[in-house]
């Protein structure tokens, strides 16, 4: 079996504590014969800022231009605060996404039975809670140019970031959508401030253009984005997939985490479009969540994201369905079994990083031993 070639970039702050985690699961299932991986290492963020005064090296960037997938926990941290702007943390992980063309960021919010009550809403709105986050994640905003500080020699300065969206970018991610709504319940909510933008009246236009000319089978509908945000803790289940854009999909995410019962439970896929020859795409998965400095090096991380990122790249690099199917019980039997890190244990008995890591494996050597 040719092994698989990944990336591990730890980054900062918890990164590192529950990298670990994913590691084992993959030295696990390729130990078990199960699948195989090869596996590299690589710094960004800070780790990498400190090693080399950049945010991610050019090294680092072949590794992961030539590698499988990528696995990214997490960069950032107040240590970084004061370095130039170019190079801060979170600059390499967004030359990652820009420089191997992830377009797609989806971010699944799955209720867990076990965690209705760990939800900061009622049980009821969230029981049986499953959404599909689709963000677009190498536009808008976060990239648009210009993107600059100037200073108007009057004591004042001006701020300047630019939203800009094309059509083929909006398409690309409205397919992607559009596609797993067929896979789920069929429905797409695309979201936007048509209201008030320009490029949210593209992206209305554009997604209502791509659906009556190949997806009508699917039922769309158009949510402004503040109105989603208030719908999504309101009634969450109306949702099935829904579609926005990268600063829309970046707060959102966040609000939709907090269903589930912690931002410690979200993972996410960011996929490239699919090469014409050899019909791989590129993609980094990671959790939603940042390096939460607040709890870093004191084993109270919640690695369930990070090993969810694990069960995407199953999924959807490797197509290992039965395998990711499997860690995902693996995951809901430890849940029903009442283990809780910090995060999702509302007060209640609490076990560790490794420990949570410790019992998934345990629980997924029942299928794979
Ligand atoms: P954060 O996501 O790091 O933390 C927000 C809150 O959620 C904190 O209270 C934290 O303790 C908690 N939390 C996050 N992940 C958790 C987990 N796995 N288990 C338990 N609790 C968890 O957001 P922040 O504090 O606003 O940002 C910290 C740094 O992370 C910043 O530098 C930011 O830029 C960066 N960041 C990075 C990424 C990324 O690498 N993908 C994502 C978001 C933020
Ligand atoms: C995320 C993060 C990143 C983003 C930051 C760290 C650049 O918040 O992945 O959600 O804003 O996209
Ligand atoms: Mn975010």
């Not at 698989?4 to 993959?26: N, S, W």
């Not at 933008?197 to 236009?205: A, F, H, T, V, Y």
């Not at 479009?273 to 991380?301: C, F, M, N, Q, W």
């Not at 995407?312 to 990711?324: D, E, I, Q």
């Amino acid at each position: 079996m040719a092994a698989y070639k990944l990336l591990l970039l730890p980054g900062d702050g918890i990164g590192p504590e529950i990298m670990a985690e994913a590691e084992k699961l993959v030295a696990f299932l390729s130990a078990a014969g199960v699948a195989a991986f090869e596996t590299e290492k690589g710094l960004v963020g800070g780790a990498a800022y400190d090693a080399h005064g950049v945010a991610i090296s050019e090294g680092d960037m072949a590794l992961a231009q030539s590698a499988d997938a990528v696995l990214l926990a997490a960069v950032g941290g107040p240590k970084w605060d004061g370095v130039p702007y170019d190079v801060r943390p979170e600059a390499g992980l967004l030359r990652l996404r820009k420089d191997l063309g992830l377009f797609a960021n989806l971010r699944p919010a799955i209720c867990y039975p076990a965690l209705v009550d760990a939800s900061s809403l009622k049980p009821d709105l969230v029981d049986g809670l499953d959404i599909m986050i689709v963000r677009e994640l190498t536009g808008g905003v976060y990239f648009g140019e210009p993107k600059e500080i100037t200073d108007l020699g009057n004591g004042q300065k001006r701020g300047v970031d630019t939203q800009v969206y094309e059509t083929y970018e909006i398409e690309r991610i409205a397919r992607v959508a559009f596609e797993l709504a067929r896979k789920r319940s069929n429905r797409v909510t695309s979201s936007e401030k048509s209201n008030v933008m320009k490029s949210g009246l593209l992206w209305r236009e554009v997604v209502t253009a791509l659906h009556a000319r190949d997806y009508s089978d699917v039922k769309l509908d158009h949510m402004l984005a503040d109105s989603l945000g208030m719908q999504l803790v309101r009634r969450p289940k109306q949702f099935d997939v829904i579609v926005t854009d990268n600063l829309f999909g970046d707060l959102l995410s966040d609000v939709a985490s907090m269903l589930t019962g912690s931002l410690g439970m979200l993972p996410s896929a960011s996929l490239g479009g699919e090469d014409a020859a050899t019909g791989k795409r590129k993609a980094l998965y990671e959790p939603v969540h940042g390096s939460a400095p607040d709890i870093a090096g004191k084993g109270l991380a919640n690695p369930i994201a990070m090993i969810g990122s694990v069960v995407m790249a199953l999924r959807y690099s490797f197509g290992l369905t039965a395998v990711a199917d499997a860690v995902d019980k693996a995951i809901a039997d430890v849940l029903a079994a009442g283990l809780r890190t910090a995060d999702i244990a509302a007060g209640g008995a609490t076990v560790s990083t490794s420990e949570m890591g410790d019992a998934i494996l345990a629980e997924l050597k029942k299928t794979f031993g």
